[in-house]
């Protein structure tokens, strides 16, 4: 998940490189476009999780008040205590390099034809085949448990962190402290994030200064920022603790939770390749970054799509346009679609995560015996 924390701060920097240009009178709003059909009702999603009020996160406030006022504000918040949250930011140290890597530029996003080769590689879904065949059982479990199929859970941690052997080297205290008291345009965000740490810290029992993970603060194999953590992080074998960092039970469980926690419906499609008619232009919907899936199948057809034979039909779509290597591919995203990319809001992501994922199950192995 930290490529979301990540994609979020794209918009932000093309504004900082905005403002840096001449005046110019700003363009007039884009007129919403008008659709003729009743569309479906937009998959269900959990609230919003609390970000950290003005007197935590306005730079204009010196730091040493923030940092007292973000004492109150955990304490007040999420029941921390302040004198430990105080010898927490007392070991955190000041990241600088964390601080470039925010505002580098952002490079230019990688069409399809480039960006499924980095997940799809031979060594990625061998990998993945054999974490598949390490942990069958607990995954098989799990997926019966929740409806999430085990190679949907194996594929995210193959892209997330290569099956756990890339989860990250900053200390989660340092990146979300520096971000937090250092990054004040995405202050808010952090301060809350680093809150959350000091609370997960105090109800799993552990040191808040021993986890590492990304330099956005994203922690595990499955790469979960701490309020994730805290809200959809599972005990996957009972033995009271939630450990996303080295219990596979419980990263396999907290995965599959997150996503049914998101809406995945059970047994049902990810998505259907599609052809669309040659003399009719790409369909825009109102929002051209919207991914949810309620554009009827009938509207779709309406507008040049059909499905390829063989392909699954759900009524409740969207349209998601690919460059691939032989140009452009069409695809029709339904509700399961529409989930992963609630993991990392984009639909290259969720596309190679199910590719991925089609490729580990591809060739059935068998399990290896636990010692």
Not at 54 to 83: H, L, M
């Amino acid at each position: 998940m930290i490529r979301r924390a990540l994609l979020s701060l794209v918009p932000i920097a093309l504004a900082a490189c905005a403002a840096q240009q001449p005046e110019s009178t700003p363009p007039p709003p884009p007129t919403p476009v008008q659709l003729p059909v009743a569309l479906l009702p937009p998959v269900p999603q959990p609230p919003e999780r609390p970000v950290a009020p003005a007197s935590v996160a306005d730079p204009a406030i010196p730091e040493a008040q923030r940092r007292e006022n973000f004492v109150a504000w955990a304490a007040q918040s999420f029941g921390t205590d302040p004198n430990a949250v105080r010898a927490g930011l007392a070991q955190a140290q000041f990241k600088q390099n964390i601080i470039d890597a925010m505002n580098r530029p952002a490079e230019a996003v990688k069409p399809w034809r480039d960006y499924r080769p980095i997940f799809l590689t031979p060594q990625r879904i061998d990998g993945g085949r054999a974490f598949y065949a390490q942990y069958r059982a607990d995954l098989d479990r799990i997926a019966a448990q929740t409806g999430v199929p085990a190679e949907i859970i194996v594929a995210i941690i193959g892209v997330e962190t290569q099956y756990g052997a890339n989860a990250g080297k900053y200390r989660a205290l340092d990146a979300l402290s520096t971000l937090a008291f250092g990054y004040p345009k995405r202050a808010p965000f952090f301060a809350a994030e680093l809150a959350q740490l000091f609370a997960l810290a105090k109800e799993e029992g552990f040191d808040p200064a021993a986890p590492v993970g990304s330099y956005a603060g994203a922690m595990g194999w499955g790469q979960f920022m701490p309020s994730s953590w805290r809200t959809w992080g599972r005990d996957g074998d009972g033995d009271g603790r939630r450990d996303l960092m080295s219990d596979p039970d419980d990263v396999f469980a907290s995965i599959a939770n997150y996503f049914v926690a998101h809406g995945w419906q059970r047994g049902a499609p990810v998505a259907g390749r599609a052809d669309k008619a040659m003399d009719v232009p790409d369909f825009v919907p109102p929002d051209p970054k919207a991914l949810d899936p309620v554009y009827p199948l009938a509207f779709l057809e309406s507008k040049g799509y059909r499905l390829r034979g063989g392909e699954p039909r759900v009524d409740g779509a969207v349209v998601v346009a690919l460059d691939g290597d032989a140009g452009r591919e069409y695809w029709l995203g339904y509700r399961n679609f529409y989930v992963i990319t609630r993991y990392n809001h984009s639909p290259m992501y969720a596309m190679a995560v199910w590719q991925l994922a089609q490729a580990i199950a591809a060739v059935p192995q068998p399990a290896v015996p636990q010692s």
